[in-house]
């Protein structure tokens, strides 16, 4: 058995000492070895969150990478897609009702023409529609009131019972919830 009073501070520096080192019986059998054990977590969480950060910011210099590479195919295309335009709108087209296309061997040139959409303000909207009396057009979401029903039930043994009719509600399961131990930093 170790017990952790003598614990020396880069006993777990590489993943093989700590394997090593798991594999043998392990106590915390006083405070100091409980403080000696809560500074490890604290500094693997430290490390964990460092390491987070690094990739973090490695991401957001990608991120920038890629809108800059998306910025230079832009710059580089734009001057060919504005000639493509150019002969597109001499030669004949096939035309449909939202857009107009010429094909070619390696693509096709295409044109969507301008259209309109609708984008309606829902407060407004919903407002509108209760003032005009059209609730065909109003969506009711019914939900139970969870928090509300919960506080007028009780756990009795692998039921859930409701305290006002003393009735059982059998559409309540009960689940057990282990304890759960954690580390506060």
Not at 35 to 47: D, R, S, Y
Request: hydrophobic share 35%.
């Amino acid at each position: 058995m170790t017990d952790c009073n003598n614990c020396p501070d880069n006993i777990w520096d590489d993943d093989q000492e700590m394997e090593d080192t798991a594999e043998k019986e392990f106590t915390i059998k006083d405070d100091k070895a409980c403080e000696w054990a809560l500074k490890k977590v604290k500094q693997e969480t430290e490390e964990h969150d460092r390491l987070v950060a690094l990739a973090k910011a490695e991401i957001e210099e990608l991120q920038e990478q890629i809108a800059k590479l998306d910025q230079a195919l832009a710059s580089k295309t734009g001057f060919f897609k504005s000639k493509m335009y150019e002969y597109f709108q001499t030669v004949e087209r096939k035309s449909t009702k939202t857009q107009e296309s010429y094909k070619l061997l390696s693509g096709s040139l295409v044109w969507k023409k301008p259209s309109q959409k609708m984008a309606p303000d829902k407060e407004k909207l919903l407002e509108y529609v209760k003032a005009n009396n059209m609730p065909e057009y109003v969506k009711v979401k019914e939900d139970v009131d969870w928090a509300g029903l919960k506080k007028d039930c009780t756990i009795q043994g692998n039921q859930v019972i409701n305290n006002q009719t003393g009735e059982v509600i059998d559409c309540i399961a009960v689940e057990d919830v282990p304890g759960e131990f954690g580390v506060k930093l």
